[in-house]
T-cell receptor, first 114, second 111 residues
Framework: GAGVSQSPSNKVTEKGKDVELRCDPI?????LYWYRQSLGQGLEFLIY????????KSGLPSDRFSAERTGGSVSTLTIQRTQQEDSAVYLC????????????FGPGTRLTVT | KQEVTQIPAALSVPEGENLVLNCSFT??????LQWFRQDPGKGLTSLLL?????REQTSGRLNASLDKSSGRSTLYIAASQPGDSATYLC??????????FGSGTRLSIRP
């Protein structure tokens, strides 16, 4: 079966513009995670979905960041009024269940804010 | 607050050697621990997942161990190959906090 997919693979945007990043998890995976990896940095947890609800939004760096998940499947991460410090690789992962599931990662979206 | 540390930050060994990568965590109340590899410019590939009730997992030349009481996990790579060169990350899912990744060990295998 297909793995986790993300689109676009690369996005260049001007400072101040809004961007939407998409994640298609593995079919049947109820848990979905968004992470950010800045150049030379480790992975930073952003948000976790269980089904369509987000019990843990604690990692979102500011109110410019939001995410939603519909139908227990596709998720979009939206960054409003992008800043240069938002430039990073945004990674999505899914797992069958949070407490025991192995996480499978997508290839990521490389966001560059100019 | 859960903190995950990986030592060393970088490691270079000649081909054929066995090696051990270390991961330590401060809160032993975890659900699982997962080891990943990341190649430059690429996403993460899952290597091994150890549930909190398990002591070790093996896949091919890889063996991961977990000692919750001491807050440690090791990833053992046998008979290393140049293709093993990558950054290795451990991630902890704990009951009290979100998933936390270590900063990784950058491994280089010299032919």
């Amino acid at each position: 079966g297909a793995g986790v997919s993300q689109s676009p693979s690369n996005k260049v945007t001007e400072k101040g513009k809004d961007v939407e990043l998409r994640c298609d998890p593995i079919s049947g995976h109820t848990a979905l995670y968004w992470y950010r990896q800045s150049l030379g940095q480790g992975l930073e947890f952003l948000i976790y979905f269980q089904g369509n609800s987000a019990p843990d939004k604690s990692g979102l760096p500011s109110d410019r960041f939001s995410a939603e998940r519909t139908g227990g499947s596709v998720s979009t991460l939206t960054i409003q009024r992008t800043q240069q410090e938002d430039s990073a690789v945004y990674l999505c992962a899914s797992s069958l269940a949070r407490e025991s599931g192995e996480q499978y990662f997508g290839p990521g979206t490389r966001l560059t804010v100019t | 607050k859960q903190e995950v540390t990986q030592i060393p930050a970088a490691l270079s060994v000649p081909e054929g050697e066995n090696l051990v990568l270390n991961c330590s965590f401060t809160d032993s109340a975890i659900y699982n621990l997962q080891w990943f590899r990341q190649d430059p410019g690429k996403g993460l590939t899952s290597l091994l997942l150890i549930q909190s009730s398990q002591r070790e997992q093996t896949s091919g030349r890889l063996n991961a161990s977990l000692d919750k009481s001491s807050g440690r996990s090791t990833l053992y790579i046998a008979a290393s190959q140049p293709g093993d060169s990558a950054t290795y990350l451990c991630a902890v899912l704990s009951s009290a906090s979100k998933i936390i990744f270590g900063s990784g060990t950058r491994l280089s295998i010299r032919p």
